[in-house]
């Protein structure tokens, strides 16, 4: 059961829908952030981070970081030129001027939602490289949303319009990908084994029991 559960979520990860943290390095916002993308099917996030080490926080993660994977760049502009050459829409949530309500967006097409720090907001250099920015629109006193708040938000958003186009009701993820990610949700101990032996990961059942032991070897 646990192997099937895991199969269904992965076949319904989102290959072409994900964040760029620019900065935001508050280890209880990347978490929460992560549960999102978790909760909305974001197959792998990016972030600008000073080293290739990622952090989670262990309270509010709810194991988001196993699910997950992080991309980190050194700078945003390194970051929006990879999403960019692979074709995604970089959007980016700050509520200027030019803003458009976060709604009006399609989400259906290949995506990249730029978040940044709570107290610095998005890069100048991030707002200048995007090709829209956008607001949740308040009707309160308050002028913004927490980071992880609005990642949520503006997230769920893209859930649905992929849902009505019926984007989670086909796999995405290419056959070599989809075995490995499901390898290493299944097995992380053994898969942390092979990776730092460099050998192959041992192939599956259909029931995801490791077929031999010639991987020990």
């Known amino acids: 059961e646990r192997f099937a559960r895991l199969r269904a979520v992965l076949d319904r990860r989102q290959a072409d829908l994900t964040v760029l943290l620019d900065k935001v390095h508050k280890p ?18 990016h972030a600008v981070w000073p080293s290739a080490r990622f952090r989670f926080h262990r309270l509010t993660s709810g194991g988001a970081g196993k699910w997950v994977g992080v991309v980190t760049h050194p700078d945003i502009e390194t970051g929006i030129s990879s999403l960019r ?16 309500d976060f709604r009006e967006v399609d989400y259906t097409q290949p995506t990249a939602l730029i ?31 927490n980071v992880s708040v609005a990642a949520a938000v503006i997230l769920f958003e893209a859930q649905r319009q992929r849902q009505q186009a019926g984007m989670y009701d086909r ?43 010639a991987w020990r070897s």
């Open 28 to 45: 209880h916002n990347l978490s929460a952030v992560l549960r999102s993308c978790d909760a909305t099917g974001v197959f792998r996030a």
């Open 85 to 100: 050459t692979r074709g995604y829409q970089v959007v980016a949530a700050h509520p200027g001027t030019d803003a458009v």
């Open 115 to 145: 978040l940044g720090a709570e107290l610095t907001g998005i890069s100048r250099g991030a707002l200048d490289l995007a090709d829209r920015h956008l607001t949740i629109p308040m009707a309160g006193h308050v002028a913004s949303l």
């Open 171 to 213: 796999v995405q993820l290419s056959r070599e990908c989809r075995t490995q990610t499901l390898f290493e949700w299944a097995h992380p101990r053994i898969a942390d084994y092979c990776r730092r032996h460099r050998r192959a990961y041992p192939a599956l059942d259909e029931n995801g029991a490791i077929i031999g032991d």
